[in-house]
T-cell receptor, first 114, second 115 residues
Framework: AQSVTQLGSHVSVSEGALVLLRCNYS??????LFWYVQYPNQGLQLLLK??????LVKGINGFEAEFKKSETSFHLTKPSAHMSDAAEYFC????????????FGQGTRLTINP | EPEVTQTPSHQVTQMGQEVILRCVPI?????FYWYRQILGQKVEFLVS????????KSEIFDDQFSVERPDGSNFTLKIRSTKLEDSAMYFC?????????????FGEGSRLTVL
């Protein structure tokens, strides 16, 4: 079964600093990969996704993620954190074949310090 | 832009009562899902629905839960006899089809509080 591991349930960075949120998946066949963001008391919003093609994908709000097959990783980065980036971030995968459900990681709460 | 809509946004109920959460998926989508998120925890898969039947369900989705697509537009989740531990945010999601890129579109969620 697919699983997703997000390293660090809570990440805190200063405003203007680099944001790095880690995600690793377990699968012999690379799945489709997603990052969703959840702002306080809101639903899940897609930040970016990787399906095929270029391994560096850009999303909304200046975020990007790089798919590294050799490391089974899909880490999320942003060069310069903004206060409005404070939220919960979920990495998720859906297999290309087989069960067609989205499997989420446990989430990483990002806090931005002024 | 098309979106998934959910009602109610918040429901408070007494333990043992039946609850129906409603969702209107994006109109040309074929796959429908319910997920839940207990406060402070991860988003958990409950059930997926395709071609008017359940395609997969998790161990959470026991006999107290059911789903229905009664009229071709709405997609409902029913909890027959709510328990305290059913208190959570319930998210509905939909997806286009088997050849698309797998992205699920989520609603804003329905917060269920069981007293």
């Amino acid at each position: 079964a697919q699983s997703v591991t997000q390293l660090g349930s809570h990440v805190s960075v200063s405003e203007g600093a680099l944001v790095l949120l880690r995600c690793n998946y377990s699968s012999s066949v690379p799945p489709y990969l997603f990052w969703y963001v959840q702002y306080p008391n809101q639903g899940l919003q897609l930040l970016l996704k990787y399906t095929t093609g270029a391994t560096l994908v850009k999303g909304i709000n200046g975020f990007e993620a790089e798919f590294k097959k050799s490391e089974t990783s899909f880490h999320l980065t942003k060069p310069s954190a903004h206060m409005s980036d404070a939220a919960e971030y979920f990495c998720a995968v859906i297999p290309i074949q087989g069960a067609q459900k989205l499997v989420f990681g446990q989430g990483t709460r990002l806090t931005i310090n002024p | 832009e098309p979106e998934v809509t959910q009602t109610p946004s918040h429901q408070v109920t007494q333990m043992g009562q039946e609850v129906i959460l409603r969702c209107v998926p994006i109109s040309n989508h074929l796959y429908f899902y319910w997920y839940r998120q207990i406060l402070g925890q991860k988003v958990e898969f409950l059930v997926s629905f395709y071609n008017n039947e359940i395609s997969e369900k998790s161990e959470i989705f026991d006999d107290q839960f059911s789903v229905e697509r009664p009229d071709g537009s709405n997609f409902t989740l029913k909890i027959r006899s709510t328990k305290l531990e059913d208190s959570a945010m319930y998210f509905c999601a939909s997806r286009g089809g088997p050849t698309n890129t797998g992205e699920l579109f989520f609603g804003e969620g329905s917060r269920l509080t069981v007293l």
